[in-house]
């Protein structure tokens, strides 16, 4: 009697289904750590722009004209994952960091002002939005 090698059709079956189980769970919360990670890009970078507005406002008491090109504000780089901008008139400002399409952040916009009011103004599909902070996790906590 020949012995046959090999598996039978319900252990690959088997096998495929608990990796399709396996996909599942992991894939989104592989997704939802690319984004949590990409996020302190913008945080960082607003907030470095905070402190260049500040010291634009020491020399020039004003922050008229802050985020022109030249001056120590200058409205920071977009990245491959963030575009920034610069409002200011001669009391106030707003930068703004909205994630691009195509990147993993695309969907989010963060701003920073002149009183350090951080908020979130818009998040993507399945994300909770929180007044006056940051949103760093899907539950909208800061």
Known sequence: MVR?????LIE???TV???SILAAIAIPSYRDYVVRGALPEAFSTLSAHRVKMEQF???NRTYADACDDGTIATTPAATDRFTFACE????TYTVTA???DGSPVAGFAFTIDQANNRDTTEVP???TDADGCWVVKKDGSC
């Not at 046959?4 to 039978?8: A, D, L, P």
């Not at 200011?88 to 009391?91: G, K, L, N, P, R």
């Open 57 to 59: 406002f020491q020399d």
């Open 98 to 100: 909205t994630g691009n």
């Open 125 to 127: 599909d399945g994300w």
């Open 17 to 19: 289904l608990i990796l």
């Open 4 to 8: 046959q090698r090999g598996f039978t």
């Open 88 to 91: 200011s008139d001669a009391t």
């Open 12 to 14: 690959v079956m088997i």
